[in-house]
């Protein structure tokens, strides 16, 4: 038999999906699954971007320019400079989701080798982009007991070596949940100027900030402008995880005439998730505030309900909708499958990421799992109640 890809061996398998076949297995059972693996929420999708669908009037579904739709990329520049970033259509390039304008951004920018610094934990699909661009991630650990905060910059300018080209954060972070403060960001600014690196900045969850915090984004700092992308996506800000459609924004010339021969390569992003796109920029202010008050209610719930079971812990996150909580188990991929085979409660079991697979460096993150509170909070009060009668009898104690 001809073999394998030594790619295809390398590339990792999902921590937030590998779980799938025991999730649809429990369900055979009839057992009710609450799905906090992953980050699909229920928030309806704004009714302009619904109608714009709805009333499509095109005989033919056409290809889009390879950037993706002009009057598209002009909306989406006025959006950008609704927020004071100083940018214009064609310092972008329209993508099939935040994923490949993270993949663009690493093959345009890094050789086969090169290495690029992360904070761990991080998206674990960073390291699949990662593999498929033939790049090394280097992470920098942050710990549950500072909240996962920026390590120092003396610890991250340790990691870099002559074949470090980049730095990539999340901000908000997925899995943490961790905002990273203007200063930190400022900070960030310091060590790529220093050492002429690009900082890749996923800004996907931007408009998912609590307690009054607001997002600053990478494309607000002076100085730096060939340094700096920003990856971003419309899966979260409008609940349109399946149109597919995200965002690589720069002022680096030669970065977005590089990215778009690979977009070239796969001649348009989608057509109909770029309709959706555009017309969702016309959401109505009230729906971010709904939906804000609507993650704050579960955010609080989750948290509040998981720092009182015996030997969890659970940091506040400052945004997105995720987090990566400590539990008294030996080992957290061994604990999450268990719960999916063997567990029930009133015919209920709950379905975590292990956070074992958005770490880097080996045996971190083995008794924590990663949370997505995208379920309404009586899914919610549900859900935590079988993780506390779980942990009760689960035989895997740490």
Known sequence: ??????????????????????????????????HLNIGQPDIPTPEVALDALRNIKMNVIEYSHSAGNESYRRKLASFYQNLGINVDHTQMLVTTGGSEAILFALMSCLDPGDEVITTEPFYANYNGFA??????????????????ALPPISEIEAKITSKTKGIII??????????????????????IKRHDLYLFSDEAYREFCYDGASHFSS?????????????????????????????????????ISTA????????????????????????????????????????NY?????????GVYCPKPKGAFYAVVKLPVDDSDK?????????????????????SGFYSTPGLGKNEVRIAYVLKI??????????????????GKG
């Open 378 to 395: 009586e899914d919610l009060k549900n859900a935590m109640k079988v993780l506390a009668e779980a942990l009760m009898v689960y035989p």
């Open 260 to 299: 778009l021969k690979f977009a070239q390569a796969r001649l348009s992003p989608p057509g109909l998730g770029q309709i959706a796109g555009e017309a969702s920029i016309d959401t109505p202010e009230n729906y971010f505030r709904d939906v804000n008050a609507e993650y704050t209610a579960r955010r």
């Open 1 to 34: 038999m001809p073999s394998i890809s030594a790619k295809g061996k390398a590339m990792p398998a999902s921590p937030i999906r590998k779980l799938v076949p025991y999730s649809e297995e429990a369900k055979r059972k009839g057992r009710k699954v609450y």
């Open 335 to 355: 604990f999450a499958q268990w719960l999916l085979e063997e567990f029930e409660y009133e015919n209920q079991t709950v379905m975590f990421a292990p956070a």
């Open 131 to 148: 593999t498929t661009a033939g790049v090394k991630i280097v992470p920098v650990t942050s710990y549950i007991k500072d909240d996962f």
């Open 170 to 191: 999340c901000n908000p972070n997925n899995p943490t949940g961790y905002l990273y403060s203007k200063e930190e960001i400022i900070h960030l600014r310091e060590i």
């Open 219 to 255: 494309l607000h700092l002076e100085g730096v402008d060939d340094n700096v992308i920003m990856l971003d996506s419309i899966s979260k800000r409008y609940s349109e995880c399946g149109v597919r459609i995200g965002a690589l924004v720069t002022r680096n010339k030669e970065v």
């Open 302 to 310: 989750m948290v509040e309900a998981l720092n009182k079971i015996p």
